[in-house]
């Protein structure tokens, strides 16, 4: 069965940085578009960017654009988030997701991860 697993969530003060990763196990990863979610308490999942197969098309959300990084490794099945420059506001449960198409519905991802939080403090 198809498994994604977040890993590098934490603690951090604002103006830092965390690099999540997510492996993905299950499924010819290189044929798939990759993405990562967030949920912060009381608000709904939001996209926050995602990446094509081969790493050659990246989409971000307007208010990480310049703060964050996605990329992958497809050598090993594997995906990042490099996030600088960490705001309070970036504080959510983050979720990597994957789906055969480039897009940035939720409700369209086809595999989800088990979610690793990030929180900023002030």
């Known amino acids: 069965q198809v498994q994604l697993v977040e890993s590098g969530g934490g603690l951090v003060q604002a103006g830092g940085s965390l690099r999540l990763s997510c492996a993905a196990s299950?499924?010819?990863?290189?044929?798939?578009?990759m993405a990562w979610f967030r949920q912060a308490p009381g608000k709904e999942r939001e996209f926050v960017a995602n990446?094509?197969?081969?790493?050659?098309?990246?989409d971000y959300t307007d208010s990480v654009k310049g703060r964050f990084t996605i990329s992958r490794d497809n050598a090993k099945n594997t995906v990042y988030l490099q996030m600088n420059s960490l705001k309070p506001e970036d504080t959510a449960v983050y979720y990597c997701a994957a789906d055969r198409q480039f897009q940035t519905s939720s409700w369209r991802y086809d595999y989800w991860g088990q979610g690793t939080q990030v929180t900023v403090s002030s």
């Open positions: 299950g499924l010819t990863f290189s044929r798939y578009t």
């Open positions: 990446i094509n197969w081969s790493g050659g098309n990246t």
